[in-house]
């Protein structure tokens, strides 16, 4: 009988490498993965969880039956940036995390609820890198994009069925983000599916990650605009009950529940909030648009819980891949652009395009460390006008640097401070720009020009760590720049707020410490 090659406690990093896997098709599978365990290196990051302790024979049969499906399973991937890796998959609503979905410039729109997650996990997981959008199956809407997998308008049983083997399957992150519920409800109502088969793709979805040493990252079901009738509700809190049962049964997953959120309590079925300041916490269906960053403080909580975070990680003075910016907000030697008064760190500029705003920036001591603060008041907003900007001079490329092939980020570790009222918040954009070359600038959390509502969910008093997509360097590529921008809202007259910075960095993750 093919024995499974065993996942090895060696570490790279703070990932959990696997040595020579071979096609996995033993029934015994979970009992020789039993015992592999749930490391955690010195950083605090957990490696892969391979935890596949099934309750029965016939959980082990199905997770072992689950992987031979997918075929023969490589080794996991090893990250490019030395951070545990990990994959989207699920309906559209994870459809709208991929690059380029609902913006413009290769960017990630502010509707991306996984990207919050990250942000608010501390960078705790690199999304893993599978090339250009490719289709996946017959459907046109059934994309792939650098780890992200999503398809329109699909039921659980259309994802498990086109998708598990050659996206969950073959890549193997570290962890999966799974959202794949909410079409289920509707469509069963409809006849075009049953609840068993529902069920059965949840659990061939989250017993195949399981026994390929992926851990399931499974987001409940979000409320709908769709979910109009008595016979909704049923299923709806059917599949959600069963869902959050079957944590017993696989102890690996890790399960976040969502319809506490914004659910509309007034009404006998699961629809979103939707009026006042809710109204565009969803479109006209059920997909995240305000809401986003609250689902995705929600997910960063729970895998918080399970020893998923990032902070302190990013890389800085002395290590090789910190190639600009300034990582420890350290200084005062930066420029306040006029009319932005006040000390600013080394190397950052901070500039105002708003309308008779006093933007008052200060270096400050935060929590025991120096951090750069930004006080905006009374800016009035006519149009897409920032309220704050701030960036570095541009990186040229050299030795020093990065060169044609390399890979590179900005981060910036961000807090809005929950002292001070916010008012007046279209979006927080960062940006990092490539002089010549083929790159287009990759921005995070960019709204479409037509969504002018303000955004009032972003959580504040708690640190976030802003990263933008990774980004190779084309040829032609003379320099990168990074910024970071606060867009005021079209809506109010009035823009008020204070953010706090701690780290501003541009990584090179093709280098060697």
């Given at each position: 009988?093919?024995?499974?090659?065993?996942?090895?406690?060696?570490?790279?990093?703070?990932?959990?490498?696997?040595?020579?896997?071979?096609?996995?098709?033993?029934?015994?599978?979970?009992?020789?993965?039993v015992?592999?365990?749930?490391?955690v290196?010195?950083?605090?990051?957990?490696?892969?969880?391979?935890?596949?302790?099934?309750?029965?024979?016939?959980?082990?049969?199905?997770?072992?039956?689950?992987?031979?499906?997918?075929?023969?399973?490589?080794?996991l991937?090893?990250?490019?940036?030395?951070i545990?890796?990990?994959?989207?998959?699920g309906?559209?609503?994870?459809?709208?995390?991929?690059?380029?979905?609902?913006?413009?410039?290769?960017?990630?729109?502010?509707?991306?609820?996984?990207?919050?997650?990250?942000?608010?996990?501390?960078?705790?997981?690199?999304?893993?890198?599978?090339?250009?959008?490719?289709?996946?199956?017959?459907?046109?809407s059934?994309?792939?994009?650098?780890?992200?997998?999503?398809?329109?308008?699909?039921?659980?049983?259309?994802?498990?069925?086109?998708a598990?083997?050659?996206?969950?399957?073959?890549?193997?992150?570290?962890?999966?983000?799974?959202?794949?519920?909410?079409?289920?409800?509707?469509?069963?109502?409809?006849?075009?599916?049953?609840?068993?088969?529902?069920?059965?793709?949840?659990?061939?979805?989250?017993?195949?990650?399981?026994?390929?040493?992926?851990?399931?990252?499974?987001?409940?079901?979000?409320?709908?605009?769709?979910?109009?009738?008595a016979?909704h509700a049923?299923?709806?809190?059917?599949?959600?009950?069963?869902?959050?049962?079957l944590?017993?049964?696989?102890?690996g997953?890790?399960?976040?529940?969502?319809?506490?959120l914004?659910?509309?309590?007034?009404?006998?079925?699961?629809?979103?909030?939707?009026?006042?300041?809710?109204?565009?916490?969803?479109?006209t269906?059920v997909?995240?648009?305000?809401?986003?960053?609250?689902?995705?403080?929600?997910i960063?909580?729970?895998?918080g819980?399970?020893?998923?975070?990032?902070?302190?990680?990013?890389?800085?003075?002395?290590?090789?891949?910190?190639?600009?910016?300034?990582?420890?907000?350290?200084?005062?030697?930066?420029?306040?652009?006029?009319?932005?008064?006040?000390?600013?760190a080394?190397?950052?500029t901070?500039?105002?395009?708003?309308?008779?705003?006093?933007?008052?920036a200060?270096?400050?001591n935060?929590n025991?460390?120096?951090?750069?603060?930004?006080?905006?008041?009374?800016g009035?907003?006519?149009?897409?006008?920032?309220?704050f900007?701030?960036?570095?001079?541009?990186?040229?490329?050299?030795?020093?640097?990065?060169?044609v092939?390399?890979?590179?980020?900005?981060?910036?570790?961000?807090?809005?401070?929950?002292?001070?009222?916010?008012?007046?918040?279209?979006?927080?954009?960062?940006?990092?720009?490539?002089?010549?070359?083929?790159?287009?600038?990759?921005?995070?959390?960019?709204?479409?020009n037509?969504?002018?509502?303000?955004?009032?969910?972003?959580?504040?008093?708690?640190?976030?760590?802003?990263?933008?997509?990774?980004?190779?360097?084309?040829?032609?590529?003379?320099?990168?720049?990074?910024f970071?921008?606060?867009?005021?809202?079209?809506?109010?007259?009035?823009?008020?707020?204070?953010?706090?910075?701690?780290?501003?960095?541009?990584?090179?993750?093709?280098?060697?410490?």
């Open positions: 009988m093919p024995q499974i090659t065993m996942l090895e406690d060696v570490w790279d990093g703070p990932t959990l490498l696997a040595k020579g896997a071979s096609p996995i098709v033993s029934t015994e599978l979970a009992d020789q993965l015992g592999v365990g749930k490391a290196d010195s950083s605090g990051y957990r490696g892969a969880r391979v935890d596949a302790t099934m309750t029965d024979d016939v959980q082990r049969a199905e997770a072992a039956a689950v992987v031979e499906a997918a075929g023969a399973i490589v080794p991937r090893r990250a490019i940036s030395g545990p890796t990990a994959m989207a998959f309906n559209s609503i994870c459809a709208q995390n991929r690059i380029g979905a609902n913006t413009v410039n290769g960017s990630v729109s502010f509707d991306a609820h996984l990207w919050w997650a990250q942000a608010f996990s501390g960078h705790a997981f690199e999304w893993l890198q599978t090339g250009a959008t490719v289709q996946v199956g017959a459907s046109a059934s994309l792939l994009t650098q780890g992200i997998y999503g398809y329109s308008g699909a039921t659980s049983v259309d994802i498990y069925n086109t598990f083997a050659v996206t969950l399957g073959a890549y193997r992150p570290n962890y999966a983000l799974i959202q794949m519920i909410e079409n289920d409800v509707t469509q069963i109502v409809a006849g075009t599916i049953t609840r068993v088969q529902a069920q059965t793709a949840y659990r061939n979805t989250i017993s195949g990650c399981l026994a390929q040493g992926t851990t399931p990252i499974f987001i409940g079901c979000l409320p709908s605009k769709s979910y109009s009738t016979a049923t299923e709806y809190w059917a599949l959600t009950n069963y869902v959050e049962s944590q017993s049964l696989y102890p997953m890790i399960y976040v529940p969502v319809s506490d914004y659910m509309d309590s007034a009404l006998t079925t699961p629809q979103p909030l939707s009026s006042g300041i809710y109204a565009n916490y969803t479109d269906s997909h995240p648009k305000v809401a986003a960053p609250l689902i995705g403080a929600r960063a909580d729970i895998l819980l399970h020893g998923i975070l990032g902070f302190g990680l990013i890389p800085g003075p002395g290590d090789a891949r910190y190639i600009g910016g300034n990582a420890f907000t350290s200084g005062t030697g930066g420029t306040a652009s006029a009319p932005v008064t006040g000390s600013v080394n190397n950052l901070i500039a105002n395009n708003m309308t008779s705003a006093t933007i008052a200060a270096v400050v935060r025991g460390r120096q951090a750069q603060q930004i006080s905006v008041t009374a009035t907003s006519t149009g897409f006008q920032n309220m900007s701030e960036f570095t001079s541009a990186i040229n490329s050299g030795p020093s640097s990065f060169a092939g390399d890979i590179v980020q900005l981060l910036v570790e961000f807090e809005i401070d929950s002292a001070t009222a916010l008012t007046g918040l279209r979006d927080l954009t960062l940006e990092l720009a490539h002089t010549g070359g083929a790159v287009t600038p990759y921005q995070m959390f960019k709204k479409a037509a969504d002018t509502f303000d955004t009032i969910t972003i959580p504040t008093g708690r640190p976030m760590v802003f990263a933008t997509p990774l980004s190779v360097v084309t040829p032609g590529t003379t320099a990168v720049r990074p970071f921008y606060a867009y005021a809202s079209q809506n109010a007259a009035a823009a008020t707020g204070r953010f706090f910075n701690t780290k501003f960095a541009v990584v090179n993750w093709s280098k060697s410490n």
